[in-house]
């Protein structure tokens, strides 16, 4: 149980075009939302958390209007990442809430290359 | 500032031998330690998770040590086999209100035959 899913695994894009990246909770209810970046070698880095019908909390530093989070379900989530450019290319993941502090599941993670 | 260090940064080892990776960490009010195994482009999944009360707690192969009074962690791999190469990430919930997670940045690890 508890799987969380994101769709694609792998983009390419353009320079200048929007990407949306999905997040799922497959089999549980998700309360919360939280989008992850993480750049080779370095530690995931939390950029916004996302409660299911109201605004996403971003954290100090990510623009929210180029990161823009949607979470109109319990299951679903997304990020798009508006008119992006090459130093937005990371690894994105999304991890998600059920219940307590303790029951976050992490996706698999989405790999972003901006040319 | 909360933060969590682990070493090494990277390690190689044979097949078959055992391994230790360290976490220390400044995150306060503690809630909770967990470690983590990420393999390469995939997200992190849960290895053990540590409450301030719990020395040990063994999951298979792997077994994590939690000293609270002098903030460390450790994560000792047994019998290390090739699918054990990744990056293992330590990871401290601090107990305030917003219950945040502060990441390390994770000791690589490559099992060679």
């Known amino acids: 149980g508890a799987v969380v899913s994101q769709h694609p695994s792998r983009v390419i894009c353009k320079s200048g075009t929007s990407v949306k990246i999905e997040c799922r909770s497959l089999?549980?209810?998700?309360?919360?939302m939280f989008w992850y970046r993480q750049f080779p070698k370095q530690s995931l880095m939390l950029m916004a958390t996302?409660?299911?019908?109201?605004?996403?909390?971003?954290e100090q530093g990510v623009e929210k209007d180029k990161f823009l989070i949607n979470h109109a379900s319990l299951t679903l989530s997304t990020l798009t990442v508006t008119s992006a450019h090459p130093e937005d290319s990371s690894f994105y993941i999304c991890?998600?809430?059920?219940?307590?502090?303790?029951?976050?599941?992490f996706g698999p993670g989405t790999r972003l290359t901006v040319l | 500032k909360n933060q969590v260090e682990q070493s090494p940064q990277s390690l190689i080892i044979l097949e078959g031998k055992n391994c230790t990776l360290q976490?220390?960490?400044?995150?306060?009010?503690?809630?909770?330690l967990r470690w983590y195994k990420q393999d390469t482009g995939r997200g992190p999944v849960s290895l053990t998770i540590?409450?301030?009360?719990?020395n040990t707690k063994s999951n298979g192969r792997y077994t994590a040590t939690l000293d609270a009074d002098t903030k460390q962690s450790s994560l000792h791999i047994t019998a290390s086999q090739l699918s054990d190469s990744a990056s293992y990430i330590c990871?401290?919930?601090?107990?305030?209100?917003?219950?945040?997670?502060?990441f390390g940045k994770g000791t690589m690890l490559l099992v060679s035959p």
């Open positions: 976490c220390n960490y400044t995150v306060s009010p503690f809630s909770n």
């Open positions: 089999d549980f209810q998700a309360t919360t």
């Open positions: 996302s409660n299911e019908g109201s605004k996403a909390t971003y």
């Open positions: 991890s998600a809430r059920t219940g307590g502090p303790d029951t976050q599941y």
């Open positions: 990871v401290v919930r601090s107990n305030s209100g917003y219950s945040t997670l502060t």
């Open positions: 540590m409450t301030f009360s719990e």
